[in-house]
């Protein structure tokens, strides 16, 4: 990695306060996906590795927890100043990593603090109840208590923002962790949870270990089936999530699941175009479409369907495809040859089921996993991309022309992530948002996710909400104290 400042990148994991190797002394590679360059290299673990990084987490689990909310929030405030601080550090090992341009890295390390800030905050706040009680000379009150030693898995395509999105609140609740990113981005974990031991969070209370695809599936199994472990939060794929979630189920663990999406765009007539155009041009092409929200289907009200394709034609020319370190860089690469390969397959499908092709298709020619931002119409709900997500810079377009058929047409997929909603009609905001079955809608906006709100979905998006107040809640139990007084 090509820096002047890299005291925040890491060559080996953390547990139970140090540095470490792998037990096999083995590592494996992290590479650059917009030049194929190394850019690190860290510890390739194993299930007796991960097994180590639990007994690190129980063993610190009864001191962090018997803190104080104001004693936990403490060092939490001070990690979230120095991930601002180093922000530029941050985005710069983010984008070596992911990929991304580095205006976007540095917006996803701020957003990384925003969380931990906001957690630090709602640890103070992890109020109980006092009931009135049901008879008399009885007592009924209820206390929040953390749940244990957590795990969190985390994805590639936002990995610093969901570090934090996890480990803060099971930390601002009491819990300590053992985290997992994902195998293509993990430097930028190691470097937050550097950050996070400069903070004073105390040894074993954090943990992050590494690996790659290969030991992914004994890792996992090791989470989810130790006793120890009380909680599993992981973000990633529908069909990942379904095993985890199945393999918790034999230690009844709690799960926060954030899974796949294949969000609707919807435009009807009455939408201000270029709202709704922008709007689309920073939900879909944001980190090269690799976003769990990303519009996948884009449900335009034929009357209007002319025009909105002419806008965001012109709209797409600003888009400036490119390595994410290079000045004007707005959409950077995919993560990798298997992605690009994806992306192939959903486009040649379309096009042989009678998709027009109206920008970009291809691969860009030029080094590293890049794709064309690609503008398709004439999209039906035969096609891959309709039900499957794209997860890469395909806008594909469909007409609707009645409001019923759109609702029902939105809502005819297992996921429900996001929604997008555009339309100047108060009465029609009211109906659809209420009826599209997600856990998120967007009304005449393409920016929906914040630290403040709760993320999570519907059907087979997803168990659990992140962010918010809820957030804290997916990391304690729920204590009834029932006392009973002599008269």
């Not at 957590?150 to 480990?167: D, F, H």
């Not at 990633?236 to 899974?259: D, F, H, N, P, Y």
């Not at 996993?369 to 096609?383: A, D, K, R, V, Y």
């Not at 469909?398 to 047409?409: P, Y």
Request: glycine share 8%; proline share 4%.
């Amino acid at each position: 990695m090509k820096s002047n400042h890299q005291t925040l990148l890491r060559d080996r994991a953390y547990v139970g306060g140090e540095w470490v190797a792998s037990l096999s002394g083995e590592t494996f590679e992290v590479r650059n996906p917009a030049t194929g360059e190394l850019v690190g290299t860290v510890p390739h673990m194993s299930a007796e590795d991960v097994e180590h990084a639990i007994t690190s987490a129980q063993r610190a689990f009864d001191e962090w927890s018997e803190r104080t909310a104001t004693e936990r929030a403490g060092p939490l405030r001070k990690w979230a100043r120095l991930i601002v601080d180093h922000a530029d550090e941050l985005a710069a090992i983010l984008t070596s990593e992911q990929g991304k341009p580095l205006s976007d890295a540095k917006n996803e390390v701020i957003f990384a603090a925003s969380f931990v800030e906001w957690f630090a905050e709602e640890a103070r706040r992890t109020y109980g109840d006092t009931i009135p009680a049901a008879r008399r000379n009885m007592s009924f009150t209820t206390v929040k208590e953390p749940i244990g030693v957590t795990a969190g898995i985390t994805p590639w395509n936002l990995p610093s923002a969901m570090v934090t999105r996890k480990a803060a609140p099971a930390l601002a609740a009491g819990c300590t962790m053992v985290l997992k990113p994902a195998e293509h981005t993990p430097l930028s974990a190691l470097a937050l949870c550097a950050l996070a031991e400069r903070a004073g969070i105390p040894p074993g209370v954090l943990n992050v270990v590494t690996a790659d695809r290969s030991a992914a599936e004994a890792i996992g199994r090791t989470l989810t089936s130790s006793e120890a472990v009380g909680k599993l939060s992981f973000t990633g794929s529908t069909s990942v999530g379904k095993i985890l979630s199945a393999q918790c189920a034999a230690t009844m663990k709690r799960v926060s699941l954030e899974l796949g999406g294949n969000s609707p765009f919807i435009v009807f007539a009455d939408a201000d175009l270029d709202v709704a155009v922008s709007s689309a041009l920073f939900a879909k092409f944001r980190n090269a479409g690799q976003t769990c929200i990303a519009p996948n289907r884009f449900l335009v009200e034929a009357s209007v369907h002319d025009e909105f394709v002419a806008r965001m034609l012109k709209a797409m020319e600003s888009l400036k495809l490119g390595d994410g370190t290079e000045a004007g860089v707005t959409l950077g690469p995919v993560i990798s040859e298997e992605a690009l390969r994806k992306i192939e397959r959903h486009v040649e499908n379309a096009l042989e089921l009678g998709a027009s092709l109206l920008a970009g298709g291809k691969r860009a020619q030029r080094k590293g996993n890049f794709f064309e931002p690609t503008l398709m119409s004439g999209i039906t709900e035969s096609m891959a991309m309709s039900c499957e997500e794209t997860f890469g810079p395909v806008l594909a377009l469909a007409t609707f022309s009645d409001e019923r058929e759109l609702i029902a047409r939105a809502n005819a997929t297992r996921m429900g992530l996001a929604s997008y909603l555009f339309s100047r009609d108060a009465s029609r905001i009211y109906r659809v948002s209420r009826a599209l079955h997600a856990g998120i809608v967007g009304i005449n906006t393409g920016m929906i996710a914040t630290e403040v709100a709760p993320f999570g979905g519907y059907k087979e998006s997803g168990v659990g909400r992140e962010g918010a107040r809820e957030g804290i809640d997916e990391f304690m139990e729920t204590k009834f104290l029932c006392q009973a007084f002599s008269a």
